[in-house]
């Protein structure tokens, strides 16, 4: 192999073949709820995302897992302090913690070499309509867009969202402490609304693979959502590849 006595030069001229090697990822969070989102990554912190707007999260390269979640009416202060009435996470704006429920959640871990798994979690609840859509078109884009809010049984109903039956009952039953569990009359709801994300603790028909090297796109009440929304569809997932090489050029 013959390029090891040039290998700076080589990474100079062919930025691109870094960013292949080194396998970040990024995360291309958009906002196309009506309403302002104020979203959290962990490991990421926070930003608030107004209508339309997009949040570009480059991941580290030793990121194993990430989580991503939406936090609905929030009042911050200038020093980032305050509260939401959904998801909120130690009433900071840069969080730092999981937050509390109810959240609808976008989970990825990339602890195997080679894959990654992605997935819509509603073992937390739900508050907001997500898409999270791998930009390796053959992988496979999920949602849920139910309009979970307005049909949430009134066991489970809380402000601003609809709280997963763990969070209600605190039992084995519903939160499947025991390990066999399956799905229940509560989660049951959840599993018929929103099929493609996890209803149940043990629920992996739900949990997706994809091979490493993807960018992903998460997206706050994506096309199909209820109640019905204005925003057009974001630009297709390609422009933030573009804007990774563009940045390895830059440094
Ligand atoms: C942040 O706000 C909370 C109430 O929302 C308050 O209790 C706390 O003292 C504040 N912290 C700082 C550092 O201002
Ligand atoms: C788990 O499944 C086994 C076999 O179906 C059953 O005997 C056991 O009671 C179950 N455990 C719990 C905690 O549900
Ligand atoms: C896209 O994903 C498929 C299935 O996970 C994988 O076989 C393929 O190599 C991936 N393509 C790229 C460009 O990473």
């Given at each position: 192999m013959g390029f090891s006595p040039n290998f700076p030069t080589f990474f100079f001229l062919f930025p691109s073949i870094f960013f292949w090697l080194s396998r970040a990822t990024t995360f291309e969070i958009i906002n196309q709820c009506s309403y302002t989102v104020w979203a959290v990554a962990l490991p990421g912190g926070g930003r608030q995302l107004n209508p339309g707007e997009t949040w570009l999260l480059n991941m580290a390269d030793d990121t194993v897992y990430c989580r991503i979640w939406g936090r609905t009416n929030c009042i911050f202060d200038e020093t980032g302090n305050g509260s939401c009435?959904?998801?909120?996470?130690?009433?900071?704006?840069?969080?730092?913690n999981y937050g509390s429920s109810p959240v609808t959640v976008a989970e990825y871990e990339a602890?195997?070499?080679g894959v990654n798994f992605y997935y819509l979690s509603l073992l937390d609840g739900f508050n907001i309509p997500m898409e999270f859509k791998p930009n390796n078109r053959s992988c496979r884009e999920i949602k849920c867009t139910a309009d979970i809010n307005r049909e949430c049984p009134t066991v489970l109903r809380t402000a601003g969202g609809c709280n997963h039956p763990c969070t209600v009952f605190k039992n084995d039953f519903y939160?499947?402490?025991?390990?066999?569990c399956t799905v229940t009359d509560l989660s049951n709801f959840f599993m018929t609304r929103?099929?493609?994300?996890?209803?149940?603790?043990?629920?992996?028909?739900?949990k997706f693979t994809c091979a490493s090297g993807s960018n992903y796109g998460v997206v706050f009440c994506?096309?199909?959502?209820s109640p019905s929304l204005v925003f057009p569809p974001p630009p297709p997932p390609h422009a933030s590849f573009a804007h990774m090489c563009i940045r390895i050029i830059m440094i």
């Open positions: 009435e959904t998801g909120d996470c130690n009433n900071q704006l840069s969080c730092q602890r195997y070499v939160c499947c402490t025991y390990g066999n929103c099929p493609d994300a996890y209803s149940f603790a043990l629920d992996y028909s739900t994506p096309l199909g959502s």
